[in-house]
């Protein structure tokens, strides 16, 4: 794929480099991986709580960065002379007053319900006031391999739904409901966004029967957290029963028992009763930031850019990213390897060339990214919201996530060593070869330029990038992820290729050739049927935004195209990539299905083949 590439080494490079790695000493390598184990020991420790946003151990893994780039001799490329560029996440929400909740009777009766005795808000909810008739959707479920589908029963559009919680059958080890599917068709989020899917103007969720011996308890606002545009309100069994005994003759358990029975959906319109609703949700935000040091160029090359990332955020205390055996229990997630081994890479890479006097060549921006755990968010607000240094001028980027653990392949004895993006630019495969010469990792190498980690948002914008990373082990995302097994010769090691990469990339005559390199479409091992797209997580739009079409894939037969937002999936609109996950989780491989997406403004409607 690579073409014939040829360098020559501009003579400055070339020299200080081979003083650096050509001849280094074992007592200076002694020193370097000295001053990386206390960088990364002090980022990953108990100090730094897991640099999860919002957390003063963040803060401080920050001004540890900024200090360390200060001292390298790179000058400040934040916000108003200093190191850093602030934005924000979402946050979770806060629960504000009033909350009302009011039913109206077929006969004028009003019940007026008192928030937190008998009813919640959810933490998902959104904030609106809605006054709309009530229906009832059963378990809110559609689980069409069970052939089991409350909301192909009736119009729910600008309804108040009423839905259970969880599925039928969900204490019953004999008939089990779609056994493979039930915890995806009983998750809050799923109805909810199956409630908005079907243009729900709220949602009241009733315990189901197996809540019962518990004594039907509301959960508390913060129990499930998430955000949706409409109301969701948890409410008492003893608020539904009433009204569904005078609407239908039977009360929850009686319908719960039929269902269960027979598995057929019970969904009805509630005759005559009107839910009257107010919710006041705040959705709060974290303020974070990014940390920026640049050391700029000298001579012909000095207007382009060369950026040399990591992201230091973790998980903090755990969460929704977390992977620990004890889900509920609150620990300091280290993230030594994911990623405070990257960071020392950086801060690392930064003193190496800060001290290169007369330094010729491009600009070099050293940038470590917030909130990469939370989607990759520190380096999509740079990308896309705040690039300082132009993106059509940044020749490559260079991502280190988990480079702490380098370990040998059993069967070569060699050190094995994953690089990302050799094929994002022409050069850059036959690069990383002839650099590893005398390093002699053993490299596996793939050419595409997107995946979970900060190059994708530079690839996005089409910037050549590479992507080092020791592979994957049993503490990742846990609690154990600690300094202590972190291998820091190869870190090191890592780095040093790393700073061959980086020298080459500021020097090189000719800027990197990006390339687009076209996804392969394989179906996946995962129980959700796939189209081959890749979503572009931009978050204020409504639909999905397809990123990129995976070559011979569903989509791609049936013509899709990057830049499509898709907004419709079986005739169901598509707020989210949560609900797109929800909708698509209910087709079925091979069975054709209607995908309308925009294209330039103007809707259309394509059909494609789930695989
Ligand atoms: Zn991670």
């Given at each position: 794929m690579m073409r014939e590439w040829h360098r020559r080494w501009p003579l400055a490079a070339l020299t200080g480099l081979l003083v650096l790695w050509g001849t280094r000493a074992t007592a200076d390598n002694d020193a370097i991986e000295a001053r990386m184990r206390k960088d990364i020991t002090f980022l990953a420790?108990?100090?730094?709580?897991?640099?999860?946003?919002?957390?003063k151990g963040i803060d401080l893994a920050a001004e540890h960065i900024a200090a360390a780039f200060a001292k390298a001799g790179l000058k400040p490329g934040g916000k108003?002379?200093?190191?850093y560029q602030p934005f924000t996440v979402p946050g979770g929400a806060e629960l504000k007053q009033p909350n009302v909740l009011r039913l109206v009777g077929p006969l004028g009766q009003e019940i007026e319900l008192r928030h937190g005795v008998d009813f919640q808000v959810m933490g998902f909810s959104g904030s609106k006031t809605v006054s709309a008739p009530l229906v009832f959707v059963g378990y809110g479920v559609n689980a069409p391999r069970v052939?089991?589908?409350?909301?192909?029963?009736l119009d729910v559009a600008g309804k108040v739904v009423v839905l259970i919680r969880r599925v039928p059958r969900w204490n019953s080890k004999e008939l089990p409901f779609d056994k493979e599917k039930k915890d995806q068709h009983a998750g809050l989020l799923t109805k909810q966004a199956l409630a908005e899917a079907n243009k729900a103007a709220a949602v009241l969720l009733v315990n189901d029967a197996s809540d019962l011996p518990g004594g039907d308890k509301l959960m508390p606002f913060s129990y499930i957290p998430g955000s949706s545009a409409i109301p969701a309100l948890h409410v008492r069994r003893s608020v539904i029963d009433p009204i569904l005994q005078s609407s239908l003759g039977m009360d929850l358990r009686d319908i719960e028992r039929a269902i269960d029975r027979d598995l057929q959906p019970r969904a009805t319109i509630l005759a005559g009763w009107t839910a009257n609703i107010q919710t006041s949700v705040v959705r709060k935000t974290i303020a974070v930031k990014n940390v920026i040091g640049v050391l700029e160029g000298a001579g012909p090359l000095a207007k382009e850019t060369v950026m040399i990332g990591s992201h230091y955020d973790h998980l903090g205390y755990g969460g929704p990213g977390s992977l620990n055996k004890k889900p509920n229990v609150k620990e300091i997630h280290h993230g030594a390897d994911d990623n405070a081994s990257g960071t020392t890479s950086v801060i690392e890479l930064a003193r190496r060339f800060g001290a290169m006097p007369n330094r010729q060549g491009r600009r070099l921006v050293f940038m470590t990214f917030s909130a990469e755990e939370m989607g990759l968010l520190g380096s999509r607000h740079y990308c896309n919201k705040e690039p300082i240094f132009p993106l059509a001028d940044t020749v490559a980027m260079v991502n280190l996530d988990m480079v702490g653990r380098l370990r040998a392949d059993p069967k070569t004895e060699k050190d094995k060593l994953i690089v990302e993006?050799?094929?994002?630019?022409?050069?850059f495969n036959k690069l990383i070869d002839e650099l590893n010469n005398g390093t002699d990792f053993q490299l596996t190498k793939k050419a595409g330029g997107t995946g979970p980690s900060d190059h994708d948002s530079f690839y996005r914008k089409k910037v050549p990038v590479f992507f080092f990373f020791t592979g994957m082990h049993?503490?990742?995302?846990?609690?154990?992820?600690?300094?202590?097994?972190?291998n820091v010769p190869g870190m090191r090691r890592v780095a040093d290729l790393a700073e061959k990469v980086v020298a080459n990339l500021a020097t090189v005559k000719e800027r990197p050739e990006y390339v687009e390199v076209k996804g392969s479409f394989t179906p996946g091992p995962g129980k959700i049927p796939r189209i081959g797209i890749i979503p572009n997580?931009?978050?204020?739009?409504e639909g999905v935004l397809v990123g990129g079409v995976a070559d011979g894939g569903p989509a791609a037969k049936a013509g899709m195209k990057a830049g499509d937002v898709i907004v419709e999936v079986a005739g169901k609109s598509v707020a989210n990539l949560n609900t797109y996950m929800v909708l698509m989780g209910q087709q079925q491989r091979g069975q054709p299905l209607e995908i309308g997406v925009l294209r330039d403004g103007k809707k259309m409607t394509l059909k494609v083949i789930p695989q």
């Open positions: 420790s108990d100090q730094c709580e897991g640099r999860g946003p919002g957390t108003e002379g200093s190191y052939k089991y589908e409350d909301f192909k029963m993006g050799t094929g994002t630019a022409k050069s049993p503490d990742y995302h846990r609690p154990s992820d600690t300094s202590d097994k972190i997580y931009e978050e204020d739009k």
